[in-house]
């Protein structure tokens, strides 16, 4: 009868819709691993849907998820997601099962690397995983632009060396030279001076302000031509680094302008220069773009923008 009476439930929950996600570390946030599979999608009836879904695992604990959706497919937004994710302390190779109840309501199971279910819950981790990503993600990003860097920059950083071994010398003579006893006369000269010098700084400084990025229609937008070192990594023009991206790395999503997809690129915010990097060379292969290209960046929201591509025009030569 025990037999029976398992079986039984079985049947029961095989006659309810589900799907399933593999966890894998590298991954835990992006579009793809919130993706609600279509095929699940289209057998909901509009009765149940909604877009606020409710994750409950079999000991009680709960957890609400706002629903989105883009030309391709509906997925759960990465506040509640991430939060589902970290209190469970899910890590690579775990598989999860999620159970439609009906108006939107899962039930889901969990299972280790070893294949056996969870039916407790766990400790969440003290950093949450996606930290860990990241900081991977910055890491990996900060080798391959630093040899970038190594191989483009060099006579850059070489000039910028020598400029400041010229400054650290011209500071140390003027500090002997202050020393020295100085006339009335030669300070209210010198006060002159320095006034003038002021007032031609003021206009420039003024300038500046002024040009501090495209905003078209009300958009900020910048205009890059694709280059062969930009198709592996992209620079962001310094005006309109200055005037939008904050002064922290950040995964901003770009989407396609004609809605043929979306990618996740890591801004990596240096000293130097501020670039795409990770995520960026898929982007400009799957795209796709090419050498010569000229792109447009819309800034739609604080960290996403639109992305539009002219081709290049193939030159013709004339022989007369």
């Known amino acids: 009868m025990g037999w029976n009476r398992g079986f039984g439930l079985v049947k029961q929950e095989r006659k309810s819709l589900s799907f399933f996600k593999i966890f894998q570390s590298a991954h835990l946030s992006s579009e793809c691993m919130r993706a609600i599979p279509y095929n699940f999608m289209k057998n909901v009836s509009k009765k149940d849907f909604h877009y606020?879904?409710?994750?409950?695992?079999q000991w009680g604990s709960s957890w609400k998820v706002d629903i989105s959706m883009n030309p391709r497919f509906y997925y759960m937004e990465k506040s509640g997601w991430n939060q589902f994710v970290t209190d469970n302390a899910l890590g690579e190779n775990e598989f999860v099962t999620f159970t439609h109840m009906g108006l939107m309501c899962f039930i889901v199971n969990i299972y280790g690397k070893n294949g056996k279910e969870i039916v407790t819950p766990r400790k969440p981790q003290t950093t949450t995983p996606f930290s860990g990503i990241k900081k991977e993600e910055d890491e990996s990003s900060y080798k391959y632009v630093k040899k970038e860097d190594e191989s483009m920059g060099g006579v850059e950083l070489e000039v910028e060396k020598k400029k400041k071994a010229a400054e650290s010398k011209t500071s140390k003579t003027t500090n002997k030279k202050s020393k020295k006893v100085v006339t009335s006369v030669e300070i209210?000269?010198?006060?002159a001076l320095k006034n003038k010098e002021d007032e031609k700084h003021k206009p420039s400084k003024k300038k500046k302000k002024i040009k501090r990025g495209k905003v078209k229609n009300g958009v900020p937008e910048f205009k890059i031509t694709i280059t062969n070192s930009y198709l592996k990594f992209l620079a962001i023009p310094k005006m309109f680094e200055d005037a939008y991206i904050p002064d922290e790395s950040k995964v901003y999503m770009i989407h396609h302008s004609e809605g043929?997809?979306?990618?996740e690129v890591l801004c990596l915010v240096r000293q130097t220069r501020?670039?795409?990097s990770s995520g960026w060379s898929r982007l400009a292969r799957e795209y796709p773009l090419s050498v010569g290209d000229r792109c447009t960046f819309h800034l739609v929201k604080p960290t996403e923008f639109v992305l539009t591509s002219k081709k290049a025009r193939e030159e013709i030569t004339v022989i007369d």
């Open 274 to 276: 501020t670039i795409f």
């Open 188 to 191: 209210g000269r010198g006060a």
């Open 260 to 263: 043929k997809g979306s990618w």
């Open 52 to 57: 606020k879904m409710v994750i409950r695992a």
